[in-house]
């Protein structure tokens, strides 16, 4: 049993496969889906997503310095890829896909009503990376579904199933086999 070196690139897997909700000044609207993301900043709190810039929505992005990342479940799969694959250009995502917009409290960008967990960003920074242009942004809000929430108030995102993009593929999480801090917690 040996490894294999295969030249450099991405195998940073899995990643969550999101729709990030768009707005031009205009007011037009669209969707695409990333997973070039992720959590970059707790204190404040920021997340970055990378966009080629031939997508229809960087333009969008440039414009308003504001997008909404909709994270996405096992009940949004055909639409999560169907959003990756088609240009806005061409179609209307929002009814393509049958997806409800609704209005965002901070951003222009409108949110997806079937996503579990919305997070409104207000960009910071944008890097000119290469193939992708990395947008830095500040969470200004974050929408939950009440779908999920338990009866002490608790939030319960795995209940929904939530989407991984790896390596080509689109899986959902599985179950839990540890939580945070259980290597060093003492035993009673």
Not at 25 to 32: F, H
Not at 58 to 81: K, P, Q, R, S, W
Not at 129 to 147: K, Y
Not at 156 to 165: A, F, I, T
């Amino acid at each position: 049993m040996g490894r294999q070196t295969w030249k450099a690139g991405n195998m940073l897997y899995p990643l969550p496969a999101v729709l990030v909700s768009v707005a031009d000044g205009a007011g037009n609207t669209n969707l695409l889906t990333i997973a070039w993301t992720g959590t970059i900043c707790s204190e404040p709190p920021m997340v970055s997503i990378s966009v080629r810039p031939e997508r229809y929505s960087h333009h969008m992005i440039e414009e308003t310095g504001e997008f909404v990342i909709n994270l996405t479940t096992e009940e949004l799969v055909y639409a999560t890829d169907y959003c990756g694959v088609k240009s806005g250009r061409d179609i209307d995502k929002w009814k393509a896909m049958n997806l409800t917009p609704i209005a965002a409290e901070h951003v222009k960008a409108p949110m997806v009503k079937e996503s579990p967990v919305n997070l409104e960003c207000r960009v910071t920074q944008k890097l000119e990376l290469g193939s992708h242009d990395m947008f830095i942004a500040e969470i200004l809000a974050v929408h939950v579904d009440d779908r999920y929430m338990d009866e002490s108030g608790r939030f319960n995102l795995n209940d929904s199933k939530p989407l991984v993009y790896s390596h080509g593929r689109y899986l959902t999480t599985g179950e839990e086999i540890g939580s945070f801090g259980y290597s060093v917690k003492k035993k009673k």
